[in-house]
C-alpha cells in the first residue's frame, strides 16, 4: 500500500521529505492504554497508528496494530457456562505484518515534531498532542493548528441554528469532509474501535484522515486570511498549545472527599425521595416522565396537582417536566422538592460519578494518579468562552452555594504547594464601560468605584457612600440583567418583585444610563446592516455572526421551535428576534471577555514555560480556568514569584492596554483548597 511505513529507512527518508515542507497535518488512532475506557484519555491511551499528509505526500506508521487482513473467524455471542451471560467475542484475523516500535518511530519524528518553523496541524489537535506527549517526553513545540479551530472562526454556530445556506451541523473530520468534498469514507466508523478491524481497512482510513485534515487546513487557512481573522486565529493557535499543557498537568483532587461525598449525596437522595412521595401523597417512579407528568398535571380529585401546562414536547405533545419548565412552578411542594432532587442528582452524576465513576453502571474513572485531566474545548461555545468535557469542569456551580463550595472543595494543592487564584473583578462591566468610553459606569470604574454601588447610586439618586446593601443588591440584578439580556419576567422573579415593579426599574436605569441603551441600539443597527452577514466583532477581532436578528431568518426558523403555533406565527418569530437581539450586546461583551482571558492565559503559559526553564522539577503550573478565574499550581516556598507571574498574565500592560478602564484582579488567593478562594 502506497503511503504504508514499515521499516525506519523508509520513515527516515519521509522525515527528511516532510522537514521541507512549510507545514503538514498530522493524526493519531489509538487504543486503550494500561487502564480500561481509556481510548478517549489522551494521557492514558496507547498510540498504534500515526500519519502525516503535507504538499504531495501522505503517509501512515503502525505501532502495534493486532490485526492482519484474512480474517478467521467472525464476531460472536457466546453464553459462558458459569455466569449464563452472553459474552461478545471479536473478529479474529491472522496475523499483521512486522510494525515499528513506538520508541523507535517517536525518537526518528522529533526533529519533525519539534521544529519550531514548521507548523503541525491536527483535527481536534489537543487530543493527538497530548496522545503523543508521553512518546516524545513533552508536548511537541509551537506553531500548532486546529482545523476544528478554524471551521468554528470561519462559522461558529456550526451546531446551533441553521440559517442562511444550510450548513453541517458538526465540526467533526468526516462530516466537514462529506460537507465540502462529498467523500464518505469512514460508514463503519473504523476510528471508534480499530481493534475490530483489519490492517489495510485501518491503514486506508488513517491516511484519509490525514489527508482530509491537510485539505481542510488549506481550504480555511485561506479563509481565515479573507475574512480578516487573522489575529484571532493567531491567538487561537497559541492557546491550542496552551490546552495542551494543561491537559498533561491535570487538576489534583482529593479522591477520598469524592467518596465520601458520593456517600452523603446517595443519602441525600434518599431523604428528598421520602419527602416528594409525602407532598404528592404517593410512591412513584420520580425518574419516569409519563408518571411524574400523571403527578403534576393530573387532575387534584385523581390525586395529581392540577397545574396547568405552559410547555409541550414537540415530539410527544405532552407536558414538559424539564428543571426550567418546573422552576416555572416554583412554591409547589412536589415541584419544589422534585427540584431539590434533580439538583442533588445532577450534582452526584456530574461532579461525582462524572469524576470517580461507577461501574456498576458503566461510568469510567476520569481520575488518574489523583488528577483529573479535563478536555479544555476552546471552541465550545459561539460566543469564544472554554467549554470543558470528560469531565466538565465549566458548570461547576457557583462557590457561594454549599454544593459548590463541596464540588470546589476536591481540588487541593497537593503536600508542598499551594493553589493561587485570581479572577477579574466585574469585568464584563468594565469592557461595556470602556467600549461606550462615558457615561456614569465609565465614571464610577475611573474613580475607583464599586460598578454596583455606582449604579445604585445612579438608580436610586443617593451618595455613593450612602448606599444601602439592598440598593447594591437589586443594582447588581439589573447590571447583570443588562450585560446577559435578562428581560423584566426574570428581573421580578429574581428580586421577588412585581412585573412592573421590574419594568420601573429597568426605566430608571435607562434614564441613569442612557449612554447605555443608545450603545446597545448602535450596536444591533451595526449587525442589521451588515445584510448578506450580519456580524459584530470583538476587541480582538472575533467575528460574531447572529443571523437571527433579521426578520427573513426568523420567520423561516420559527416553525422549528417546540412551542410554535402555526395560528400565532409572530409570536415565535419576535421570540427569535428578541432573542437575537440580546444575542448581539451578550457576545460583545462575552466575546471579548473570552478574548481576554485567553489572552491572559497565552501570558501565563509563556511566563510558566519560561520559568519551567530556569526551574526544571519546581515549575509553577496553570491548571484549571473557569470563567474569568485562573487556578495556578505553586511550589509553597515560591508564592511570591507565583503571584507576581499571575498578576502580570492577567492585568500586565498588554492587557490593561485593551480596556479603558482600569483591570482588578483584587489580591491573589493562596489556598490549600480551591473553596477557599471565595470565601
Request: proline share 6%.
Amino acid at each position: 500500500m502506497d503511503g504504508l511505513i514499515l521499516t525506519e529507512e523508509q520513515l527516515k527518508k519521509e522525515v527528511e521529505y516532510f522537514l521541507t515542507q512549510p507545514a503538514f497535518a498530522w493524526d493519531t488512532e489509538t487504543m486503550d492504554g494500561v487502564q480500561p475506557d481509556t481510548r478517549g484519555v489522551p494521557t492514558q491511551n496507547t498510540v498504534v497508528w500515526i500519519a502525516l499528509a503535507t504538499h504531495g505526500r501522505t503517509i501512515c506508521i503502525p505501532m502495534g496494530h493486532p490485526n492482519g487482513d484474512v480474517l478467521l473467524q467472525k464476531a460472536h455471542k457466546k453464553k459462558d457456562p458459569e455466569t449464563k451471560k452472553f459474552v461478545q467475542y471479536p473478529n479474529i484475523y491472522d496475523a499483521p505484518p512486522v510494525q515499528l516500535k513506538p520508541s523507535r518511530v517517536f525518537e526518528i519524528l522529533r526533529p519533525l515534531f519539534f521544529n519550531d518553523k514548521i507548523v503541525k496541524i491536527a483535527h481536534n489537535a489537543p487530543f493527538d498532542l497530548i496522545s503523543v506527549e508521553k512518546y516524545f517526553g513533552a508536548v511537541p513545540s509551537e506553531p500548532v493548528e486546529d482545523s476544528i479551530v478554524l471551521q468554528w472562526l470561519l462559522d461558529e454556530n456550526i451546531g446551533q441554528m441553521a440559517a442562511g445556506p444550510k450548513r453541517p451541523f458538526a465540526k467533526k473530520l468526516k462530516v466537514l469532509v462529506k460537507w465540502y468534498y462529498g467523500l464518505d469514507y469512514d460508514k463503519e466508523e473504523v476510528g471508534k474501535c480499530i481493534e475490530n478491524h483489519p490492517f489495510k481497512k485501518v491503514a486506508r482510513y488513517i491516511l484519509l484522515d490525514a489527508k482530509s485534515t491537510w485539505l481542510l487546513w488549506k481550504k480555511f487557512r485561506q479563509a481565515i486570511q479573507e475574512e480578516a481573522l487573522e489575529p484571532i486565529s493567531a491567538l487561537e493557535n497559541q492557546v491550542t498549545a496552551v490546552c495542551c499543557q494543561m491537559g498533561v498537568v491535570g487538576a489534583p483532587v482529593d479522591v477520598q472527599a469524592i467518596e465520601g461525598l458520593r456517600v452523603d449525596l446517595t443519602q441525600r437522595l434518599v431523604q428528598i425521595e421520602a419527602k416528594i412521595y409525602r407532598a404528592a401523597g404517593r410512591v412513584f417512579n420520580i425518574n419516569s416522565v409519563p408518571q411524574k407528568q400523571e403527578i403534576l398535571f393530573g387532575l387534584k380529585k385523581d390525586g395529581g396537582q392540577g397545574l396547568k401546562p405552559i410547555k409541550f414536547s414537540k415530539k410527544t405533545g405532552a407536558p414538559s417536566t424539564d428543571a426550567e419548565t418546573l422552576e416555572k412552578y416554583a412554591g409547589n411542594p412536589v415541584v419544589d422538592t422534585l427540584l431539590e432532587y434533580q439538583e442533588v442528582a445532577k450534582i452526584l452524576n456530574t461532579y461525582v460519578i462524572g469524576y470517580i465513576g461507577d461501574e456498576e453502571n458503566d461510568k469510567p474513572n476520569r481520575i488518574f494518579n489523583g488528577r483529573i485531566h479535563t478536555d479544555l474545548v476552546q471552541y465550545g461555545t459561539v460566543t469564544g468562552r472554554f467549554s470543558s468535557r470528560e469531565p466538565n469542569l465549566q458548570n461547576i456551580p457557583r462557590p457561594d452555594t454549599e454544593l459548590g463550595k463541596k464540588i470546589r472543595g476536591l481540588f487541593m494543592a497537593p503536600p508542598g504547594f499551594k493553589l493561587l487564584v485570581a479572577d477579574y473583578g466585574q469585568m464584563e462591566l468594565r469592557i461595556l464601560a470602556s467600549m461606550i468610553g462615558y457615561g456614569g459606569l465609565y465614571d464610577g470604574f475611573q474613580a475607583g468605584i464599586d460598578a454596583h454601588t455606582q449604579t445604585a447610586a445612579l438608580v436610586y439618586g443617593v451618595p455613593v457612600d450612602q448606599v444601602e446593601k439592598w440598593q447594591r443588591s437589586v443594582a447588581k440584578t439589573l447590571n447583570f440583567a443588562i450585560v446577559y439580556g435578562a428581560q423584566k419576567a426574570k428581573i421580578a422573579k429574581t428580586l421577588k418583585i412585581t412585573v412592573e415593579e421590574a419594568e420601573q426599574l429597568l426605566e430608571d436605569h435607562r434614564k441613569a444610563f442612557p449612554e447605555i441603551y443608545q450603545f446597545k441600539e448602535y450596536i444591533l443597527k451595526l449587525a442589521k446592516s451588515r445584510k448578506s452577514d450580519p456580524h459584530i466583532r470583538t476587541m480582538l477581532g472575533r467575528k460574531r455572526r447572529v443571523w437571527e436578528v433579521l426578520p427573513e431568518i426568523a420567520r423561516k426558523e420559527a416553525p422549528k421551535l417546540e412551542w410554535y403555533n402555526p395560528s400565532q406565527p409572530w409570536k415565535a418569530e419576535r421570540s427569535i428576534l428578541a432573542r437575537g437581539e440580546r444575542q448581539v450586546i451578550n457576545s460583545l461583551v462575552q466575546g471579548s471577555l473570552g478574548d481576554i482571558i485567553k489572552l491572559a492565559m497565552v501570558r501565563m503559559h509563556k511566563l510558566t514555560s519560561e520559568d519551567a526553564l530556569k526551574n526544571p522539577g519546581n515549575e509553577i503550573q496553570m491548571i484549571l480556568s473557569v470563567h474569568d478565574e485562573l487556578v495556578i499550581l505553586c511550589p509553597e516556598h515560591r508564592v511570591k514569584e507565583g503571584t507576581r507571574m499571575l498578576e502580570e498574565a492577567m492585568i500586565g500592560k498588554e492587557v490593561q492596554d485593551l480596556i479603558k478602564v482600569p483591570l482588578d484582579i483584587g489580591d491573589v488567593v493562596v489556598a490549600d483548597r480551591w473553596s477557599e478562594a471565595k470565601e
